[in-house]
């Protein structure tokens, strides 16, 4: 009997170098030095620790199932050291963002950082793609995942190959009320498409093949300003997908990117801009705090060791010429859509600004409007 292994993905912005910029070298080093100790005592398998942006990623391996208390008690504690030891004492900007609360209740999800885990039996050769976005939300994944798992001009297997041509269940999120509904494709692509056009709102939290129920993708679904009740930075999502054999295969799974869509975040959560595919090199914001960019990376996953190009550094998938032309488009976009100041539709409508210190803005204005 093959062996159940758990793929973790938790993430979190507990400060970073020069503003909002990138998580800094000696953070990720805490964080190695945590995960490598859980290694040798057999708590996890494998891991891969990395950042896009502000955002520190720890991508573990282990056999404990999802939602499991010691794995989130590891990440948990993992963000809690690296604030401490590095953050605080180099006074690195916000600090400790996204841990929310003081308190550790088992369970990481709810407490700010963001959470994507799927327990699956390893195939003979299981070849996976990790995603993680800086300056956006998770209503980012939305295009690409109806993409690469319902669109046949995108993912040709769809047509051609007899195990996804039955098609693909969404689990999909409405994150303000905290409800999910599964949604069969092809056969209710239409209902999916209106729901996951609010990108504010629904979510994909999970895909799952049609045919046999495997788990295909995962999500993180985090909202922190819902969490909040306030603005704390952006939730910059993170996905993990199964690839190839059954699944999309890896071009498949990236061709979605090499169209630069337009999602919300960018500067103070409050603008849209073009998701910018990039090398884990250039996973670091800039221009405008943005624009938001997103990277690719890719592993074999070998009896739960994450297996990748050299030692254990994975491929960068995007850290190829087959995208320059979309990181070029995204800049043109980038540019025009600046060019419209804090005019709609470059800035977010009024339901997403109300998490921002906008109101606080607006409510002196209150008392000087008179009735016509
Ligand atoms: C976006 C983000 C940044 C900040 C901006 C202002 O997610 O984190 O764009 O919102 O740099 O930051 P503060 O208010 O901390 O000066
Ligand atoms: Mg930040
Ligand atoms: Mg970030």
């Not at 539709?345 to 016509?372: C, M, N």
Request: a negative charge; proline letters at 7%; charged letters at 25%.
């Amino acid at each position: 009997m093959p062996q159940k292994v758990t793929i973790s993905l938790i993430k979190a912005d507990v400060g970073s170098l020069c503003g909002h910029h990138v998580v800094h070298p000696k953070q990720l080093e805490v964080a190695r030095k945590r995960l490598e100790g859980a290694k040798k005592n057999g708590l996890i398998i494998d891991y891969y620790v990395f950042n896009c942006g502000d955002d520190l990623e720890l991508l573990m391996t282990h056999t404990k199932g999802e939602g499991d208390p010691e794995i989130h008690g590891l990440a948990w504690n993992t963000f809690k050291e690296v604030t401490e030891k590095v953050s605080k004492p180099l006074k690195l900007y916000a600090a400790g963002q996204d841990l929310l609360s003081d308190t550790f209740s088992g369970n990481v999800k709810g407490m700010g950082p963001g959470v994507a885990e799927m327990e699956i039996t390893e195939r003979p050769s299981e070849p996976i793609v990790v995603f993680a976005a800086d300056k956006t939300e998770p209503g980012a994944w939305n295009y690409p995942l109806y993409k690469i798992f319902a669109s046949p001009d995108n993912t040709a297997g769809l047509v051609i190959d007899p195990s996804m041509h039955e098609g693909f269940i969404f689990r999909v999120m409405d994150v303000v009320e905290g409800k999910v509904v599964d949604l069969s494709c092809p056969e209710e692509l239409y209902s999916l498409v209106a729901l996951l056009g609010t990108t504010g709102r629904y979510v994909v939290e999970r895909v799952l093949r049609k045919v046999d129920r495997e788990i295909a993708a995962v999500a993180t679904t985090t909202r922190l300003s819902l969490i909040a009740g306030k603005y704390v930075g952006k939730d910059d999502p993170a996905l993990i997908i199964r690839a190839q054999h059954g699944f999309p295969a890896v071009g498949e799974i990236l061709a979605p990117f090499a169209y630069p869509h337009l999602v919300a975040g960018w500067m103070r959560g409050s603008h849209y801009g073009p998701l910018m595919p990039v090398s884990l090199k250039h996973a670091r914001c800039t221009f405008f705090d943005g624009p938001p960019r997103v990277v690719a990376l890719g592993f074999q996953l070998t009896n739960g060791e994450l297996i990748g190009l050299t030692g254990s550094e994975p491929a960068d998938l995007f850290d190829d010429p087959a995208f320059d032309v979309a990181r070029t488009i995204a800049m043109q976009i980038a540019d025009y859509m600046r060019r419209m100041g804090e005019f709609m539709p470059a800035r977010v409508g009024p339901e997403e600004l109300e998490y921002t210190t906008l109101p606080k803005i607006l409510v002196k204005l209150k008392d000087r409007f008179r009735h016509v």
